[in-house]
Nanobody
């Protein structure tokens, strides 16, 4: 059974950092496009970052230069290092996995992923 479990969310002040983790089981992360998206209640999901099996990454303009996506194939875990957090980064963050073509555009990870975690809340106060 495929399962994605996020952790690492929390509350931080503006300018702070958090590292989200997504532990995968039932499949290997290197077999899929992996990514993160976020959602605020009442708003559409926003693709944040994706990574392919060969390490190619893609970021939303809003997080470029502040967030870094990575994966540890040995631990079968996806990460999102978030620095210089701002109040507008407040959201529920989800990790997701999909076929490789999903990595061709950030919008696909929000709608076309095969698997998603339950989410982890990130709250940034000013």
């Amino acid at each position: 059974q495929v399962q994605l479990v996020e952790s690492g969310g929390g509350s931080v002040q503006s300018g702070g950092s958090l590292r989200l983790s997504c532990a995968a089981s039932g499949y290997t992360v290197s077999s899929y496009c992996m990514g993160w998206f976020r959602q605020v209640p009442g708003k559409e999901r926003e693709g944040v970052a994706t990574i392919t099996n060969n390490g190619a990454t893609r970021y939303a303009d809003s997080v470029k230069g502040r967030f870094t996506i990575s994966q540890d194939n040995a631990k079968n875990t996806l990460y999102l290092q978030m620095n210089s957090l701002q109040p507008e980064d407040t959201a529920m963050y989800y990790c997701a996995a999909g076929p490789f073509w999903v990595c061709s555009g950030l919008g696909y990870i929000t709608l076309s992923s095969n698997y998603r975690g339950q989410g982890t809340q990130v709250t940034v106060s000013s």
